[in-house]
């Protein structure tokens, strides 16, 4: 009987932490979040760099960015430049906005 | 051999995936809130520069000295306080953001960027005589020149030794100096005037600065520091920040005083002999810089003239000094009895930019741009009027980077360094 017990406790054991490892690691984007924050520093440095005001839509490795540039309210001069990251279900990893001078 | 105690046993290796278990949750945690942080951490700061540019670019969306919180992206999730303050020929922005219970803020001082007479070498009004150049003067970029125009002459002994004139285009200046509007000269009147200390906190100068050093951030009230009487400030003392020294009759500068970002103001100051620092001086009757003294980036010495006295006001550096900024000397009172005069002497350099609507009497070097009424030339037998003799300007050494007082109309404004 104790025998039994024991293996009872020991399998709810097992099959309780294996749950919480499954779920932790599947539940946590970082190292997709990480890749989607690098790809938008990118986008993000390029645009700065080349004056590349263009707004566009890059997808690389199920990641999808799509950047925008829009004019500053009643401030010609600046422009707001917004970029963001999707996976491959439309789930928001990454955001970035920022005002630049034209 | 084991004993028949396997429930124990079982219990403690539960136990024990239960510790993995936990740890495994709790770094997941730790991790993600980390990630959180940093993110936050980033985006505030990206908003706090986001809002220095916005001052920078709109001088409509803020009024001037008024704090103003703004919704950056319309997401009611990034919003900054910003303000815009005058700070002698400059302006500071302040910009400070929010998230949570995290902060970030930051301030900077910035000025104009040079345009088309800014970035010339010479502007000289066109009163109807021309130019004269003597001895090893050499003059390089565009030029703003009388229709009279530009000859060689001979003074002193000294013919022009140059292969040409001017190593630039040549173009026509007008009858008058480009306009400093009203606005800015009302700003630069507040500075040395008592008017301008209303929101700040007085201490009334006794003999010295307390403890030797004083530091003030452009985030607090400004200190003003004033005396009716002369004030000397001391070797050895320290005054950085937002400060401002008044005396209603005299500022005496000592040579191993440490100077950062502050204003001196009153009739007459002099600043002695190998003093090194960064300072705003604004006067009413006369600036002296003593020889080897090094004015560093972003300095401005400004003489605005707005009484009628028997004297010329002037800004005098002593041979073998240096200045990085701006000189800027204004007569208020449009008459010509009494005139305003920067006197720049030999082995002394301006990097940066002159203005004078009176007279500049130039025998050192400047890299950058002289806008004036007159050049005159003194020498230890005579005066010359429209001479330069030995002197050098050429705004093609000056960096593209650099950045002017806000004096002048601009369409574009840049940092100019960064303060707390």
């Given at each position: 009987m104790e025998a039994l017990v024991a293996i009872i406790v020991v399998m709810l054991g097992f099959v309780m932490g294996t749950m919480i490892y499954v779920n932790v690691m599947d539940s946590d984007k970082g190292f997709k979040k990480l890749e989607a924050a690098s790809m938008v520093r990118e986008i993000v440095a390029q645009t700065k760099s080349g004056d590349d005001f263009i707004e566009g839509k890059v997808t690389k490795d199920s990641i999808t960015v799509v950047k925008s540039v829009v004019s500053y309210p009643n401030v010609p001069s600046l422009m707001i430049l917004s970029v963001d990251a999707f996976d491959i279900k439309g789930y928001k990893l990454c955001t970035y906005n920022e005002i630049i001078t034209r | 051999m084991l004993k028949a105690a396997s429930l124990f046993y079982a219990t403690v290796i539960s136990l024990i995936i239960a510790i993995i278990s936990s740890s495994l949750l709790l770094f997941s945690?730790?991790?993600?809130?980390?990630?959180?942080i940093y993110s936050n951490q980033e985006r505030i700061y990206r908003n706090v520069i986001s809002g220095i540019r916005l001052i920078m670019a709109s001088?409509?969306?803020?009024?001037?000295?008024?704090?103003?919180?703004?919704?950056?992206?319309?997401?009611?999730?990034?919003?900054?306080?910003?303000?815009?303050?005058?700070?002698?020929?400059?302006?500071?922005?302040?910009?400070?953001?929010?998230?949570?219970?995290?902060?970030?803020?930051?301030?900077?001082?910035?000025?104009?960027?040079?345009?088309?007479?800014?970035?010339?070498?010479?502007?000289?009004?066109?009163?109807?005589?021309?130019?004269?150049?003597?001895?090893?003067?050499?003059?390089?970029?565009?030029?703003?020149?009388?229709?009279?125009?530009?000859?060689?002459?001979?003074?002193?002994?000294?013919?022009?030794?140059?292969?040409?004139?001017?190593?630039?285009?040549?173009?026509?200046?007008?009858?008058?100096?480009?306009?400093?509007?009203?606005?800015?000269?009302?700003?630069?009147?507040?500075?040395?005037?008592?008017?301008?200390?209303?929101?700040?906190?007085?201490?009334?100068?006794?003999?010295?600065?307390?403890?030797?050093?004083?530091?003030?951030?452009?985030?607090?009230?400004?200190?003003?520091?004033y005396s009716h009487d002369k004030i000397i400030i001391n070797s050895g003392e320290f005054c950085s920040g937002n400060i401002i020294i008044h005396s209603d009759t005299e500022i005496e500068v000592e040579q191993h005083c440490k100077m950062q970002d502050i204003i001196l103001t009153a009739p007459i100051v002099k600043i002695k002999d190998s003093f090194t620092g960064n300072i705003q001086v604004f006067a009413s009757d006369s600036i002296c810089i003593g020889a080897k003294c090094v004015l560093q980036y972003p300095s401005l010495l400004t003489i605005l003239k707005e009484k009628i006295n028997n004297s010329n006001s002037v800004i005098k550096m002593e041979p073998g000094s240096s200045i990085s900024g701006n000189i800027f000397a204004y007569n208020g009172m449009q008459s010509t009895q009494t005139q305003v005069l920067v006197c720049i002497n030999e082995k002394d350099t301006v990097i940066g930019s002159i203005y004078s609507n009176g007279n500049v009497d130039l025998k050192g070097l400047v890299y950058g741009n002289i806008t004036c009424n007159q050049i005159m030339l003194k020498t230890t037998n005579s005066e010359y009027e429209g001479y330069l003799m030995d002197a050098t300007i050429d705004c093609t050494k000056l960096s593209k980077y650099f950045v002017y007082a806000d004096l002048l109309p601009a369409k574009k404004k840049s940092i100019v360094k960064w303060v707390y």
């Amino acid at each position: 009987m104790e025998a039994l017990v024991a293996i009872i406790v020991v399998m709810l054991g097992f099959v309780m932490g294996t749950m919480i490892y499954v779920n932790v690691m599947d539940s946590d984007k970082g190292f997709k979040k990480l890749e989607a924050a690098s790809m938008v520093r990118e986008i993000v440095a390029q645009t700065k760099s080349g004056d590349d005001f263009i707004e566009g839509k890059v997808t690389k490795d199920s990641i999808t960015v799509v950047k925008s540039v829009v004019s500053y309210p009643n401030v010609p001069s600046l422009m707001i430049l917004s970029v963001d990251a999707f996976d491959i279900k439309g789930y928001k990893l990454c955001t970035y906005n920022e005002i630049i001078t034209r | 051999m084991l004993k028949a105690a396997s429930l124990f046993y079982a219990t403690v290796i539960s136990l024990i995936i239960a510790i993995i278990s936990s740890s495994l949750l709790l770094f997941s945690f730790f991790n993600n809130q980390e990630k959180l942080i940093y993110s936050n951490q980033e985006r505030i700061y990206r908003n706090v520069i986001s809002g220095i540019r916005l001052i920078m670019a709109s001088d409509t969306l803020l009024s001037e000295d008024q704090k103003s919180i703004i919704d950056l992206f319309g997401n009611k999730a990034d919003s900054v306080a910003l303000q815009s303050i005058a700070w002698g020929g400059f302006k500071v922005a302040l910009s400070i953001a929010y998230s949570g219970n995290k902060k970030c803020n930051k301030a900077a001082i910035y000025g104009i960027v040079p345009d088309t007479i800014n970035k010339s070498a010479l502007y000289l009004v066109d009163n109807g005589k021309p130019l004269t150049l003597c001895g090893k003067t050499f003059i390089k970029g565009t030029c703003y020149l009388p229709k009279a125009g530009i000859k060689r002459g001979y003074i002193e002994g000294k013919n022009f030794e140059g292969d040409e004139l001017v190593y630039g285009l040549i173009k026509q200046s007008n009858k008058a100096l480009p306009v400093v509007s009203k606005k800015i000269i009302e700003r630069l009147k507040s500075v040395y005037t008592k008017k301008g200390f209303q929101d700040d906190s007085v201490i009334n100068y006794t003999g010295g600065i307390s403890n030797d050093s004083l530091t003030n951030s452009f985030f607090s009230k400004t200190i003003a520091i004033y005396s009716h009487d002369k004030i000397i400030i001391n070797s050895g003392e320290f005054c950085s920040g937002n400060i401002i020294i008044h005396s209603d009759t005299e500022i005496e500068v000592e040579q191993h005083c440490k100077m950062q970002d502050i204003i001196l103001t009153a009739p007459i100051v002099k600043i002695k002999d190998s003093f090194t620092g960064n300072i705003q001086v604004f006067a009413s009757d006369s600036i002296c810089i003593g020889a080897k003294c090094v004015l560093q980036y972003p300095s401005l010495l400004t003489i605005l003239k707005e009484k009628i006295n028997n004297s010329n006001s002037v800004i005098k550096m002593e041979p073998g000094s240096s200045i990085s900024g701006n000189i800027f000397a204004y007569n208020g009172m449009q008459s010509t009895q009494t005139q305003v005069l920067v006197c720049i002497n030999e082995k002394d350099t301006v990097i940066g930019s002159i203005y004078s609507n009176g007279n500049v009497d130039l025998k050192g070097l400047v890299y950058g741009n002289i806008t004036c009424n007159q050049i005159m030339l003194k020498t230890t037998n005579s005066e010359y009027e429209g001479y330069l003799m030995d002197a050098t300007i050429d705004c093609t050494k000056l960096s593209k980077y650099f950045v002017y007082a806000d004096l002048l109309p601009a369409k574009k404004k840049s940092i100019v360094k960064w303060v707390y």
